[in-house]
């Protein structure tokens, strides 16, 4: 779907999204809709009803206390789920590059509190405005992105294992801030500060770091990582799509069938004004919030809304 479209039948959907937040319930991201997944409609399940950050702590729970249970001082589950230098080189051992972003040692309860108090405070804002699948990309990337960078570093060096969640919690912390710059926080529950001061504490502190046990590196993959996504006006869910539309291509080659596909300025004519202004606000709502439209802004947006959820009925 090309992005001006998505972005008009964003516009359409915008009086029913505020209704939506006047009642204090999750807004879902544009990258979820039914409408957005490319050319496939994804049936609604009753599953999709919960957040990911929600099922990301209950995972990271559930193998907190395997963990517990099962690891000893001669091995165990936590070492089984750990990622070490060396797997780099070996292929078969890649899928650590995920499974120890799951895996925090249980000696040291506060190591998985701290990652995942930031992904119930700051996870859950990122999710609404990305998306919950989206926003699981962008986490389990940023997991594996540290990793990798951990591992090239520490290749044919002596270190310990890497464990734990701490480079896609820096991640969604530094997206929170860069989406949400002036928003205000709490640390430690009673110190007010906005969240790009966070931000930079956040990049400071790590820079500075040098307690040999924690891998600052991966922190700062995470925050580069962010950068990257929110400045790039990355969406990483397309790369699936891409790839869905190449297997059909392949699909029905085999089959000696042609396909159709019309070019965008088949699919969406030059904008008019209205939609000009419609983007101009949504652009201005992703930047600064619902709360900065002026009443002529609000007004406008209520008018467009219903004229392009009209257009889509017929």
Known sequence: MPPEVARRIQAADYFYEFRKDSLGRPRMGIYDRDYY???ELRPFRPWDRRTMVTMLIVVNAVVFVANYLFTNRSGGLMFGLALKPSDLAQPWQ???LVTYGFAHDPR?????LFNMLTLYFLGQSVENKYGKW???RFYLLAIVLGGLVWSAMRLGAESGPLLGASGGATAVAMLFVFSFPQSTLYLYGALPVKAWILGIIIVVSNMLGSADYVAYDVHLVGAAFAAVYFFGHWNLGALGGGLGKLTERIQQKRRGLKIHRPERE???SSPSKDELESDR????IHREGKDSLTSRERAFMERYSREMREKRKH
């Open 94 to 96: 890649w899928y650590h």
């Open 134 to 136: 989206e926003f699981l």
């Open 281 to 284: 606000i949504l652009d201005k």
């Open 108 to 112: 040291n309860i506060f190591h998985i």
């Open 37 to 39: 997944q490319g050319d």
């Open 266 to 268: 088949e699919l969406s």
